[in-house]
């Protein structure tokens, strides 16, 4: 595992275009028990080198019901984003992850995660990615139908304060998601 990270954490494979450079962020261990797959880092994860250092982390953990200590602790949790560096700026927002990083690199971590119950898919890149055609025509409707991923895959939208309209649009997420979420984190957790 130790080998791998340090190839990922190296690669400058679409270095030329990233904004800021490449800086590989990714978290794994083979006692991990949860993977998160994001989409990409954001500018103050690609400064600080910590994955979901950012106010939608805070919010992903709170939805977790975690601490900080135990999300980060990466012999609990892997952190494996679809693109693995800062994309760039797009016009509402940050660019979606590289392409080449998931095919690249996803395979060969998961092959070093023998220990791993669930997979969070958040957002839309890492749900058409995981989920293939098995994914609902949309995000809303595929996090409505969690249950049909469970146990391996939990659905998530994207935590991002910039989805606050989405998170009132649907009181569903935090009615019935959020809960399952919490309770089988919790699981893995004891």
Not at 56 to 83: C, H, T
Not at 112 to 127: D, F, H, R
Request: glycine residues 6%; charged residues 25%; aromatic residues 10%.
């Amino acid at each position: 595992m130790k080998g791998l990270l340090n190839e990922i954490r190296g690669c400058t494979v679409c270095e030329e275009h990233l904004p800021l450079g490449p800086r590989p962020v990714v978290v794994a261990n083979k006692k991990a028990k949860i993977v998160i797959i994001g989409q990409a880092p954001g500018t103050k994860v690609h400064a600080s080198g910590i994955p979901w250092d950012d106010p939608s982390g805070r919010q992903l953990r709170k939805w977790m019901n975690v601490s900080d200590a135990d999300f980060y602790d990466e012999e609990k949790v892997a952190i494996i984003p679809m693109g693995f560096c800062y994309p760039g700026k797009g016009k509402t927002g940050d660019l979606p992850p590289r392409p080449e990083c998931a095919p690249l690199w996803h395979k060969q971590l998961m092959n070093k995660l023998p220990n791993v119950e669930l997979v969070l898919l958040i957002g839309i890149y890492a749900q058409k990615y995981y989920l293939g055609k098995t994914a609902e025509k949309n995000l809303t409707e595929t996090v409505r139908r969690f249950e049909n991923y469970l146990p391996k895959y939990m659905t998530l939208p994207h935590p991002s304060p910039r989805n606050r309209f989405w998170l009132t649009k649907n009181p569903w997420f935090d009615k019935d998601v959020v809960p399952e979420l919490q309770r089988r984190v919790k699981a893995l957790f004891e």
